[in-house]
């Protein structure tokens, strides 16, 4: 029989699955190979220089990290952080720093050792210490704070943080954060890359496929249970999902099954199982200032009121998406605004014909009307729901008399053009490690992230981004995460047009799996599932 799990309900799916961490005795099976689709052909195989789901999950089983969020726990928290190659860590009394005890035995998958200067290595190239190294680094902005790691033997490895930061482990539990080797080229990294995860890598074809193989030399002993994982590369949505219906693979791809998608797969595998939940990935506009005419604010201004966020979501997720700010909104989100205050913000009344009457008048004071209108390209990326998404945007930009065309870009170079600056006006989706704002906003927002695509720079925010970084008072840096996303929104940064949710969906053969409810880029090592067939 057919299950449909709900936002908040995977916890009950996982007491099914599993018991107080381990895997029920189910009497689990050795062997097979584990068949999944890539929805997009990845860029690079490196974790570390990509911002791509695309990569991150097919290639985070060749991986470990110091810590990561519990693979049997549906949602990723503070408290649902393990260790991984840490056996343990503690700070010192000013919490500034953070030391960890590493185990002994571990192995590269070519044979050398794992030693704390691993862990110095990986860390000091993503701070920047050492400089170079990659050839791109969007996430540079989570290590501002770290200023040194140093070792003391083989097993043990301390960071030195310049101020606190309660969030600092959070982030290296992401599967974003994982460690690599000071012995192999960032350049091998790419394409062949070496690591201590449950999986080596057999094979990595272009558009075409990535086969994993166990690792026979696993630290982590009886792990994983089966044999290899095979990753076809599928760019057509329908293609891939009628595969999967029709017994090709074992799991869809994270978030790939959108709601009506989700009846027809119910119709076509009746015995499958569909997580529908939130993917803390938020759909969003993204202007570039430096390009006329974004430079002028009234501009950016009617773009924002343009926006129709209920159409939006009844039309691509029949109603089941959320309007919110950047963070993730409750009661899954841990850091997002309640839905009246979300209302309250800039643009979030849900009154469309008053601010697309608003947005009239601004583009008529600038000279444009229903026989004079702006053309503009609204760039995104050839993917499914990016291409969506981009469609809605056309229409809503051009009822405020813009004269707007979908310009399309080809997945594997959409992330290159990001990087570059090159677009005026797009629909992107940015992918969130994890649930915290020093992710979030500091990535997204900081004048200093690789991972701000707008190039948007405003000293107040970052002040105040620092400085909820550092409270470890929840309530009192929420109230400050609250007051940021106020004036992102009255600043028109990066409007948020919907956070979505999605449905991942798995043949009832698959055993061992839990779904994640508040990131789609944790927990993908597959360590603990199992083939029963």
Same mark, same amino acid.
Not at 30 to 40: A, D, E, F, K, M
Not at 137 to 155: A, C, F, M, Q, S
Not at 370 to 385: C, G
């Given at each position: 029989m057919f299950r449909w799990v709900p936002?908040?309900?995977?916890?009950?799916?996982?007491?099914?699955?599993?018991?107080?961490?381990?895997?029920?005795?189910?009497?689990?099976?050795?062997?097979?190979?584990?068949?999944?689709?890539?929805?997009?052909?990845?860029?690079?195989?490196?974790?570390?220089?990509?911002?791509?789901?695309?990569?991150?999950?097919?290639?985070?089983?060749?991986?470990?990290?110091?810590?990561?969020?519990?693979?049997?726990k549906p949602r990723n928290s503070f408290d649902a952080i393990v260790p991984e190659l840490a056996e343990s860590w503690s700070y010192d009394d000013s919490k500034l720093k953070l030391t960890f005890k590493l185990r002994q035995g571990v192995k590269w998958h070519d044979g050398k050792p794992f030693t704390a200067k691993d862990v110095q290595c990986t860390f000091h190239r993503l701070n920047g210490k050492e400089e170079g190294f990659f050839r791109r680094?969007?996430?540079?902005?989570?290590?501002?704070?770290?200023?040194?790691?140093?070792?003391?033997?083989?097993?043990e490895a301390t960071f030195h943080l310049g101020r606190h930061q309660p969030s600092f482990i959070a982030m290296l539990a992401s599967g974003f954060t994982p460690l690599y080797p000071c012995h192999v080229d960032a350049k091998d990294m790419r394409t062949a890359p070496i690591g201590t995860g449950p999986f080596k890598l057999a094979s990595f074809k272009s558009?075409?496929?990535?086969?994993?193989?166990?690792?026979?030399?696993?630290?982590?002993?009886?792990?994983?249970?089966?044999?290899?994982?095979?990753?076809?590369?599928?760019?057509?949505?329908?293609?891939?999902?009628?595969?999967?219906?029709?017994?090709?693979?074992?799991?869809?791809?994270?978030?790939?099954?959108?709601?009506?998608?989700?009846?027809?797969?119910?119709?076509?595998?009746?015995?499958?199982?569909?997580? $529908?939940? @939130?993917?803390?990935?938020? &759909?969003?506009?993204?202007?570039? %200032? =430096?390009?006329?005419?974004?430079?002028? *604010?009234? /501009?950016?201004?009617?773009?924002?009121?343009?926006?129709?966020?209920?159409?939006?979501?009844?039309?691509?997720?029949?109603?089941?998406?959320?309007?919110?700010?950047?963070?993730?909104?409750?009661?899954?989100?841990?850091?997002?605004?309640?839905?009246?205050?979300?209302?309250?913000?800039?643009?979030?009344?849900?009154?469309?014909?008053?601010?697309?009457?608003?947005?009239?008048?601004?583009?008529?004071?600038?000279? $444009?009307? @229903?026989?004079?209108?702006? &053309?503009?390209?609204?760039?995104? %990326? =050839?993917?499914?729901?990016?291409?969506? *998404?981009? /469609?809605?945007?056309?229409?809503?930009?051009?009822?405020?008399?813009?004269?707007?065309?979908?310009?399309?870009v080809e997945s594997s170079v959409w992330f290159n053009r990001l990087n570059r600056y090159d677009y005026s006006i797009g629909l992107n989706l940015s992918g969130v490690g994890i649930d915290d704002p020093d992710v979030t906003l500091a990535g997204g927002f900081a004048c200093t992230s690789e991972m701000n695509r707008t190039k948007y720079c405003n000293p107040e925010i970052d002040a105040l981004i620092e400085k909820q970084s550092r409270e470890w008072d929840i309530e009192k840096r929420r109230q400050i995460v609250w007051e940021i996303e106020r004036k992102l929104a009255a600043d028109v940064a990066r409007p948020v047009l919907f956070h979505n949710k999605a449905g991942t969906c798995w043949h009832p053969h698959l055993k061992g799996y839990v779904h994640q409810e508040n990131s789609i880029y944790n927990n993908w090592r597959f360590e603990t599932v199992w083939l029963d067939k």
């Open positions: 936002k908040g309900m995977t916890l009950l799916l996982a007491a099914t699955i599993v018991s107080g961490g381990p895997i029920e005795v189910l009497a689990q099976k050795s062997g097979g190979t584990l068949r999944i689709y890539n929805s997009t052909n990845p860029p690079s195989a490196s974790i570390h220089e990509e911002a791509t789901i695309a990569t991150v999950v097919p290639f985070a089983a060749l991986f470990s990290n110091l810590v990561m969020y519990d693979p049997t680094n969007p996430r540079k902005i989570w290590y501002e704070n770290l200023t040194e790691v140093t070792v003391n033997g083989d097993h558009n075409d496929s990535i086969k994993l193989v166990r690792n026979p030399d696993y630290w982590k002993k009886g792990f994983p249970y089966v044999d290899a994982i095979d990753w076809r590369i599928i760019p057509s949505r329908s293609t891939r999902i009628l595969a999967f219906s029709a017994g090709e693979f074992d799991l869809t791809f994270v978030a790939d099954v959108p709601a009506a998608l989700v009846r027809d797969v119910a119709k076509q595998s009746p015995a499958a199982t569909c997580a $529908y939940t @939130p993917t803390n990935v938020p &759909t969003n506009i993204i202007i570039n %200032r =430096d390009r006329e005419p974004f430079g002028n *604010a009234d /501009v950016r201004r009617a773009v924002a009121l343009s926006l129709d966020r209920k159409s939006a979501v009844d039309i691509l997720s029949e109603g089941k998406s959320d309007i919110a700010g950047w963070m993730l909104a409750p009661p899954v989100g841990a850091w997002g605004m309640p839905p009246d205050e979300v209302r309250k913000m800039s643009g979030y009344d849900g009154d469309l014909e008053k601010n697309r009457g608003e947005a009239r008048k601004i583009m008529e004071g600038l000279g $444009y009307g @229903p026989n004079k209108r702006l &053309t503009v390209k609204v760039s995104t %990326r =050839d993917f499914a729901s990016y291409r969506d *998404a981009a /469609v809605l945007l056309v229409d809503y930009l051009n009822q405020v008399y813009f004269d707007a065309h979908l310009d399309v």
